[in-house]
């Protein structure tokens, strides 16, 4: 008798094990290296959706463009051959219009102020883009205002831009603020801009301090301006074709778990921010901080928002969701 009960409590054991066992695999690629905060937010959020789920879900992370380029891998993930991906935010805007008021120049002040911002619009924002683009957001990861490199010259005024080959994302938002300052931007794919910045095809490019450190921009750049027109953001998206096909409970520990790795992004590249910038000028690069006459860029800049309407949801949205930001970082 008692082994007979021994042997059922194994069995119950075995049962419940399975039970538990993993029943779904994410695949989240990101284009970053292993050091960047991308790829701390995509380990954080790995962390959590094996605890939140007990085991049942397990994220496999793809970092530096190993699943395609970021514009690919969200193709992949709208038909769910891929589930998850950390992009920068213009890469989305093209299957998502609506996203592209987070693209707007000049939205935020700091990175106080976008995080509030960011937090407050997420809940309408996957109203509208699990809509047009097949996708959810799970949290919005930023990495601070992206500075302007080169290696020509210090960019201390508008004057100082004109004539630089400079490399944008090709998203006509940033492409149309570029040109609001006089610019002809060269909209290039990400994978494209070191070899293109080395080769001189191009003078420059816009990213984060961090990015700027890990990409090793400081070998083949020299000045760096503060131009504050873009709080660079990324969204940690999935699959809404997969999030559908995961039970309720499942759901709530991914979208948690996706929640909480934002803010351990965040937090990494406040920290980091501070050292790249200690790390670059160590490096010989020379920081000017804000252009002497930002306010013009400032003016030029948001000047073309009643242009861009149509491209970010129409001017309804972006009244919405620009309330919604400017409320909720007060």
Excluded: C
């Amino acid at each position: 008798m008692i082994l007979k009960a021994g042997a059922l409590a194994l069995s119950l054991f075995a049962l419940a094990s399975t039970a538990f066992a993993q029943e779904y695999t994410i695949r989240l690629s990101h284009g970053d290296n292993e050091t960047n905060p991308t790829h701390i937010t995509a380990l954080a959020f790995a962390e959590r959706v094996a605890e939140y789920t007990g085991g049942r879900v397990e994220v496999k992370i793809f970092p530096a463009n190993q699943l395609g380029s970021e514009e690919e891998v969200i193709r992949a993930v709208r038909n769910n051959t891929i589930q998850a991906q950390i992009p920068a935010m213009a890469n989305v805007h093209p299957v998502a219009p609506s996203v592209g008021v987070l693209l707007l120049p000049y939205l935020f002040k700091n990175s106080e102020e976008a995080h509030a911002g960011l937090d407050a619009v997420l809940a309408p924002m996957n109203d509208r883009i699990t809509q047009e683009g097949g996708i959810r957001f799970l949290g919005i990861l930023e990495k601070g205002f992206r500075v302007l490199t080169n290696s020509v010259r210090p960019v201390e005024t508008l004057e100082d831009l004109q004539g630089l080959k400079i490399r944008v994302s090709p998203n006509e938002i940033v492409i149309n603020t570029f040109k609001s300052w006089g610019l002809d931007p060269i909209p290039m794919g990400w994978g494209e801009v070191f070899t293109a910045l080395q080769q001189g095809v191009i003078d420059g490019q816009e990213n984060p301090y961090t990015t700027a450190q890990t990409s090793k921009f400081y070998e083949i750049q020299k000045y760096i301006t503060e131009i504050h027109y873009m709080v660079w953001t990324g969204p940690l998206l999935i699959s809404e074709q997969f999030y559908q096909s995961l039970p309720t409970d499942l759901q709530e520990a991914v979208s948690r778990a996706g929640q909480e790795a934002v803010v351990v992004g965040r937090a990494a590249n406040a920290v980091q921010t501070e050292e790249a910038m200690v790390f670059l000028k160590e490096q010989g690069m020379v920081l000017s901080g804000a252009p002497k006459d930002e306010e013009k860029w400032i003016e030029a800049a948001r000047g073309i928002w009643p242009s861009l309407y149509a491209s970010v949801g129409g001017e309804e949205w972006v009244l919405s969701a620009t309330t919604l930001m400017s409320e909720a970082a007060k």
